[in-house]
């Protein structure tokens, strides 16, 4: 295979906290090195030589909890236009979420996913299995098989299981085999039928709310089945302040606990709603300005490991509705890079820190050797400018499903080129 080198960058590594100049040099699929400078001598002889131009290189983003909606709902998103969404977007792998039509809780169907996502996404895609059979909380999934399936975790997504013994159960067995159990910490009493979070604005508009100790309660409860259980666990979306001392006392006493949020959470807060808008309308709701920047706090302080999209399709029908009555969700596999880089422009979060959270940490928390830029690691890589300014046009987007928050806002910072196993998968001068 030709080798590709790809000169004048500027490489972000996340696992060495760096940001400097130099190139990769890719083979196989894999990097063979990286220099931190380049020099005329270092050009390798019959390689394809990409000149960066001075944009930005770092490890390829490894996003957890993907909502495809095959089968079932193709008509909001298929692996193809998620696949062509996610490398536009510099995501080179996804962890998709079970939470389909009919649910991804037997081999079969995700034998069905997996099949579907090699024949149409060009770029990694790593099915998620329910916890329960149908998402119902009332019986686990046969766990083994699943794993044998190729599942890379376990979660029933929103649907809380609110039968603490049927969770205990699932966490007792999923340790034994060493299995990934992904939850979404919420007291689903507390939460349901929430459209906003407690307090003087949704009061003001009159929206049905939940308190945010709802969050706590419910991560107080899978904390105390992880110390009875020993289960590997991640939370999906930790969201406010309450939540923070209870997820830093885990760690400190040692549980395999790990937790993520949401690229909406991080950038937007409650007043977003403003007007009802429902594109604004995501699970859990949104914040307030206080509990975003603890977030952000928490997550440059290495307490809250990953940021995901949560990317959820919802199409016009579902969205074009009375606020308590529309669906929760938004785009964001396209949006997530410069949405992210708001918190860079913003000065919250270096690039190696945003790409500890967007790359490496999803990665190791999967067991997979990407989100690095080291010789050996797989060559996913995302080439970026991050001070490119633009308008978001929700309809340029190539997701099926155009529910994005952040149409007509003004953001910075584009994808030029994307790389999965040393392929171009995207090349902004060649894609419309």
């Known amino acids: 295979m030709i080798r590709t080198l790809i000169t004048n960058a500027r490489l972000i590594d996340p696992e060495a906290g760096a940001d400097a100049p130099g190139a990769v040099l890719i083979k196989d699929g894999a990097i063979l090195e990286v220099r931190p400078e380049e020099s005329p001598q270092g050009l390798d002889e019959g390689a394809r030589v990409i000149d960066a131009g001075g944009k930005c290189l770092a490890p390829g983003i490894v996003d957890i909890g993907v909502k495809v909606c095959e089968p079932g709902e193709r008509h909001k998103e298929s692996y193809r236009s998620a696949g062509l969404a996610a490398a536009a977007g510099g995501v080179t792998t996804m962890a998709t979420r079970p939470d389909t039509l009919p649910a991804i809780d037997s081999p079969e169907v995700l034998e069905f996913a997996r099949r579907r996502a090699n024949e149409a996404a060009p770029v990694n895609v790593l099915p998620m299995a329910a916890l329960t059979k149908g998402r119902l909380g009332r019986e686990m999934t046969e766990i083994g098989f699943l794993l044998d399936a190729g599942a890379v975790a376990f979660t029933d997504c929103d649907h809380v299981v609110q039968d603490t013994k049927v969770l205990a159960r699932a966490l007792t067995y999923a340790r034994s085999l060493g299995a990934l159990v992904i939850a979404h910490p919420q007291e689903p009493g507390l939460s349901d039928g929430a459209a906003a979070t407690s307090g003087k604005f949704a009061s003001l508009y009159g929206l049905p709310a939940v308190s945010p100790m709802a969050e706590r309660m419910g991560l107080d409860r899978d904390i105390a089945l992880l110390e009875m259980t020993g289960a590997r666990y991640h939370a999906d979306q930790i969201t406010t302040a309450r939540a923070l001392p209870a997820l830093e006392r885990a760690k400190r006493n040692g ?86 880089l708001r918190l860079y422009h913003s000065g919250d979060l270096d690039l190696p820190t945003l790409f500890r959270a967007l790359a490496l940490n999803p990665a190791k928390r999967l067991g997979l050797p990407s989100g690095r830029l080291a010789a050996g690691a797989p060559a996913d890589l995302v080439l970026f400018d991050p001070d490119t300014p633009f308008i978001l046009d929700r309809f340029k987007l190539r997701s099926k499903s155009k529910n994005t928050p952040f149409d007509e806002a003004r953001m910075q910072g584009r994808v030029a080129m994307t790389f999965v196993a040393g392929q171009t998968v995207y090349e902004a001068d060649r894609c419309p």
């Open 255 to 340: 549980l395999d606990i790990t937790a993520g949020t949401s690229i909406h959470h991080l950038t937007l807060n409650e007043l977003d709603v403003a007007g009802y808008r429902t594109f604004f309308k995501v699970k859990p709701p949104l914040r307030s300005e206080d509990d975003r920047q603890a977030v952000i706090a928490a997550l440059r302080d290495g307490l809250i490991d990953t940021i995901s999209s949560m990317h959820t399709p919802q199409d016009e029908e579902s969205k074009r509705l009375p606020f308590e009555e529309a669906a929760s969700g938004a785009v964001a596999l396209e949006t997530l890079l410069p949405a992210a």
